[in-house]
């Protein structure tokens, strides 16, 4: 299995999952057709979930989603905390701008759907990609 990395661009995210378990997502997703871009990473979040690390950090640095996408991003981090109940250690880092109540909202609901605990990171400033 390789590393899927995927440079941002103005409507889709800069991604990084290593096979070591640092995963990152950060930029803006928007994509016209999501099913396009995110079929990659569903296909390797899979693929890494049948022999994940013992201990997988998913950091999500999005500041802003569209509706697709957010369902998008919701099926990876369903994936991603399944393997939690199988003794492998997750950890979710949900970054959001200190104003940004509404991305701040979005992870806390995936939280409460999920039953999971995510670590909420308040940024000063929106992370360079």
Request: charged letters at 25%.
């Amino acid at each position: 299995m390789e590393n899927l990395i995927i440079s941002g661009t103005k409507k889709t995210p800069a991604v990084f999952f290593s096979q070591d378990g640092k995963l990152h997502v950060q930029g803006r997703s928007i994509p016209e057709d999501p099913t396009v871009f995110y079929d990659r990473l569903y296909l390797w979040i899979y693929e890494y979930c049948q022999h994940p690390a013992p201990q997988t950090e998913f950091d999500v640095h999005i500041e802003y989603f569209n509706s697709a996408s957010s369902k998008s991003l919701l099926v990876l981090l369903r994936e991603l905390t399944g393997i939690n109940y199988n003794g492998y250690k997750v950890q979710i880092n949900w970054h959001y701008e200190k104003e940004d109540d509404d991305i701040l909202e979005r992870g806390e609901y995936y939280q409460n759907i999920l039953d999971f605990k995510f670590n909420f990171i308040k940024e000063d400033q929106p992370p360079k990609v």
